[in-house]
């Protein structure tokens, strides 16, 4: 279906628009003036590692938890205030938070009956909400009867019956294991597509993030360091503590130096004099960051070939292999510069028979182009 | 293979202790309360006739023979022993009703409360089983007495101008029921309602249930067990309590518990009152055994 795969379009609506938001626990700023805009139809993960105020905002969005200070706008009207019941937001609970008492249909019911649907419409959309999810068979159960990927779908069903303008997914794979977990991610992403509703989801798993989201909020310490695609996220982190929180990343500070063509010179203590892309805006410090994905940097006995594009910019850096760790897909190094600071690569095992691999206390040519590196200044 | 070695030596023992204790302590008295029931009394030592004595060897079969039922035929036909066995459930009934009805905000209370004070508030529930039970009753009674703290402190408020009769009625008894009770039917409520997920009404609420409903529709329904549990705790022996009613209560109505007191001491009717005895156990037995049946049932409905 191609239209389902279609990128949610830059000018959709505005859903959620959340405004200086502070929730205060004591002295303790679980969530210290966040501003964020959701967009109908957007899929939005809100990234960061516990105890950043993810979920204490994902809370607040679904009313458990009310805002010392800021406007959440949904539709353009405040509800910050409002009660749980009345907000048309339904969430899915981390550990499902399914009634025990109930069947899998009065579940998925609960809602519908509370919103004061007709019995038989109540039945067709809890027949539907079935059938979505692939639980048919399975509405007389109760939930202590179902396997952990059934209560997942059903707790999802449950969340989905009402129709909510928002749906909020409070880290709602952590409890399957990996490989249920990735086919999962796939499930909701389409789902997602074919109901065209928004979800906002609250996760610690960078790559869940990545996978399922269409933009990804990164939180620490009660704000978001950066909001942006998934692929943005990795290549133009906007800052050291994003870097190293999304994925690997090599990082060597610097002075930033001479200027040649569209090139910034970076001296660096570790790593020498790194040739760094033009970055967009110009750098004001004097002290930045430089920082290369370990898969950007490439290996060689004796360095790149010389006649390759630009071939004078190239970083060349030396150094031993100290570790050497095979991974299926990718091989992972770690290189001792000659400096004695460590930097890692990791190269994709593209051959089956690799008679070309590195060994541990080899000698090696570890090489990466300007436009790999990204300069950080905070 | 694992299954067997989790029955280890020592695991065996620990299941066959209690199962020991029971035939020990329960099974073997029930064996003579229904021996003697099923005798004759007599004017001797002790006072009853045995039916069946091992010692005469053959005999004994011939003398089973001659069981006499006549002890459960009295049971069913005098309406002392019919009236005391209504009066018994009727009080049981009504005094878990309103244990139900105070145990549970409490216990609803007591689980809502912060941690550390769960804690308190758990103690303030046990601390008067430090004291004996009787002598509790027995404070009851100076209280509610002709002179007691109760009449003095209503004439000192001016509330009345004589003192008022509260001793040996039945509001008396209902009173020492309630406060002799409570705690058992607190506590497995209590037990129920703490370990209820919050994150259940945090659900019902997002799903559109008013605070009102939540309680309806979830949280009740869950601590159901704990209020049955409750319920059978404080129900069944206030059936068969006898302090309480003996002290408390007026002497014109007879609960179960005081009229087998009364044939076994005052009547010397050894084999009437183990037959009331033993009718009384069914009467227990019955609705335990229902209730049993009807919780499996649901189990197997649901697989």
Known sequence: MVEDLAEPQQGAPLLLRIEAVVRKFGAFRAVDGLSLDIHAGEFFALLGPSGCGKTTLLRMLAGFETPDEGRILLDGKDIAQMLPHQRPVNMMFQNYALFPHLTVSDNIAFGLKRMGMPRPQIEMRVAEMLTLLKLDGLQARKPDQLSGGQKQRVALARALARRPRLLLLDEPLAALDKKLRESTQLELMELQRRLGMTFVIVTHDQEEAMTVADRIGVMDAGRLEQVATPRQ?????????????????????????????????????????????????????????????????????????????????????????????????VTSYKVKLDSGAILRSSMANTARIDIDSYHASQRVVAWFTPDDCVVLEQ | MTARRIFTRPARLAVIIPYAWMLLFFLVPFAFVLKISLSQPAIAQPPYSPVFDLAQGLATLKAAAELSLDNFRLLLTDSLY?????????????????????????????????????????MLVIVPFWTSFLIRVYAWINILQHDGLLNKMLLALHVISQPMVWLSTDAAMYLGMVYSYLPFM???????????????????????????????????????????????????????????????????????????????????????????????LLVLVVPLVFYDRLQRRQLEAAR
């Open chain 2, 186 to 280: 607190i506590l497995p409520l209590y037990a129920s309602l703490a370990k209820m997920d919050s994150a259940l009404l945090e659900a019902a609420a997002d799903l559109g249930a008013s605070r009102l409903q939540t309680f309806w529709l979830v949280t009740f329904p869950l601590s159901l067990p704990g209020a049955i549990a409750g319920v059978l705790l404080c129900f069944i022996p206030i059936v068969g309590e006898f302090v309480v009613p003996d002290l408390l209560a007026g002497s014109d109505s007879l609960m179960i518990g005081q009229t087998l007191w009364l044939e076994f001491f005052s009547n010397k009717d050894w084999p009437v009152a183990s037959a009331a005895a033993v009718v009384l």
């Open chain 2, 82 to 122: 019919i009236f005391s066995y209504l009066r018994s459930v009727a009080v049981a009934a009504l005094s878990t009703s309103i244990l139900l009805l105070i145990g549970y905000p409490v216990a609803y209370g007591m689980a809502r409360l912060p941690q550390r004070w769960q804690a308190v508030a758990m």
């Open chain 1, 233 to 329: 996220l990795y290549e133009e982190p906007a800052s050291r503590w994003v870097a190293e929180f999304v994925g690997d990343i090599n990082i060597f500070e610097g002075q930033p130096g001479s200027r040649e063509a569209s090139r910034l010179i970076v001296s660096t203590r570790d790593a020498g004099a790194i040739a760094v892309a033009q970055p967009a805006q110009p750098v004001t410090r004097s002290t930045v960051c430089v920082a290369i994905r370990p898969e950007k940097v490439k290996l060689s006995r004796r360095g790149p070939v010389s006649d390759m594009v630009n071939a004078h910019s190239i970083n060349r850096l030396e150094g031993v292999v100290t570790d050497v760790s095979y991974l299926g897909g």
